[in-house]
């Protein structure tokens, strides 16, 4: 799977936007751009995934560059629910007897949401 | 509609003994997936099963580690003679089927392991 980097940590006020960016310059063209979080103490969850259009769904927004070498996912109203470490992964969307089934998670950034 | 479920949440066993760690997808889900978190790591892939067959099970370590999906019950994840090393969090998830980038994998809560 292509390379993701994110910063390691961020922080954000409550009910201020928060912009999470993910760098993949080397992402392929059949690539999807997937977010997933983890709570403290809870398995991932997803959160919004995208191609090459911005997306928007009911928990977040995602922005994707022109290039799609970045982009970013968009809180748009930061909550304590939303500390969390907040993962960019790339998944090819060619099943070309691959394994793009597998989700390789980096570290992620640590979201903190002060009150 | 319940989601990912595992058991135990936590389970502590002593050097060289097993550990079974069990996981129900959710319902309609035909598709299982292992993962492991060493503390301060991300998630990796450990295997990869559908009913009855291991599809992908490049991510487990080649001794000790085995898992299974039978038509009934729920996929176990069995660990023999446990080491330290093994002391993790293992996570579960499924998906409805099908080997697409749009289909979101659900995760259980995982089962924190402690090997003393």
């Known amino acids: 799977d292509a390379k993701t980097t994110q910063p390691n940590s961020m922080e954000s006020n409550e009910e201020e936007p928060v912009h999470l960016p993910c760098n993949h310059s080397?992402?392929?063209?059949?690539?999807?751009i997937h977010w997933y979080r983890q709570l403290p103490s809870q398995g991932p969850e997803y959160v919004i995934h995208?191609?090459?259009s911005n997306v928007n769904n009911r928990m977040a927004s995602l922005a994707i560059a022109e290039d799609r070498k970045s982009s970013t996912l968009i809180l748009h109203r930061a909550t304590l629910r939303d500390a969390a470490v907040y993962y960019c992964?790339?998944?090819?969307?060619?099943?070309?007897?691959?394994?793009?089934?597998?989700?390789?998670f980096g570290k992620g950034t640590l979201l903190t949401v002060n009150p | 509609n319940a989601g990912v479920m595992q058991n135990p949440r936590h389970l502590v066993r002593r050097r060289g003994q097993e550990a079974r760690l069990r996981c129900s997808p959710m319902?309609?889900?035909?598709?299982v997936y292992w993962y492991r978190q060493l503390p301060e790591e991300g998630l990796k892939f450990m295997v990869y099963?559908?009913?009855?067959?291991?599809?992908?099970e490049s991510g487990m370590p080649k001794e000790r580690f085995s898992a299974e999906f039978p038509k009934e019950g729920p996929s176990i994840l069995r660990i023999q003679q446990v080491v330290r090393g093994d002391s993790a969090a293992y996570f579960c998830?499924?998906?409805?089927?099908?080997?697409?980038?749009?289909?979101?994998?659900?995760f259980g809560p995982g089962t924190r392991l402690t090997v003393l």
């Open positions: 998830a499924s998906s409805p089927g099908g080997v697409s980038s749009y289909n979101e994998q659900f």
């Open positions: 080397t992402i392929s063209g059949t690539d999807y």
């Open positions: 995208g191609l090459t």
């Open positions: 992964i790339l998944r090819d969307s060619v099943d070309s007897g691959g394994s793009n089934y597998k989700l390789t």
């Open positions: 319902k309609g889900h035909s598709h």
């Open positions: 099963l559908q009913k009855e067959n291991i599809i992908d």
